[in-house]
């Protein structure tokens, strides 16, 4: 079973930037999928973004292609979420979450979850 932890998170200027982290712990970081997922308040858990067990294929969401990127080093059992060009609406938690095999853009499909980090953009 594996354990996940974001860190990262915190207040920026709208346009600024910030990477998130997600140290996976207690299982082989590299079988599984990644995905990072956000929920403001008063609102659903959305996708954010995916990543496959070696990184080759990624996917996002339209609201945050082109300004967010993630990656992961498994050597480190970490994965990342870049953020750029941060707008008043990215403001929520986000959460990191791992299913094996492949990936998926369906929180539902997601075994393993995180407690979130909390992203704040102000105006």
């Known amino acids: 079973q594996v354990q996940l932890v974001e860190s990262g998170g915190g207040l920026v200027q709208a346009g600024g930037s910030l990477r998130l982290s997600c140290a996976a712990s207690?299982?082989?970081?590299?079988?599984?999928?990644m995905g990072w997922f956000r929920q403001a308040p008063g609102k659903e858990r959305e996708f954010v973004a995916a990543?496959?067990?070696?990184?080759?294929?990624?996917y996002y969401s339209d609201s945050v292609k082109g300004r967010f990127t993630i990656s992961r080093d498994n050597a480190k059992n970490t994965v990342y979420l870049q953020m750029n060009s941060l707008k008043p609406e990215d403001a929520a938690v986000y959460y990191c979450?791992?299913?094996?095999?492949?990936?998926?853009?369906?929180?539902?499909?997601?075994?393993?979850w995180g407690r979130g980090a909390q992203v704040t953009v102000s105006s």
């Open positions: 979450a791992a299913r094996p095999a492949s990936y998926s853009r369906s929180s539902s499909d997601y075994a393993y």
């Open positions: 990543i496959s067990t070696g990184g080759a294929i990624i």
């Open positions: 207690g299982g082989t970081f590299r079988v599984y999928a």
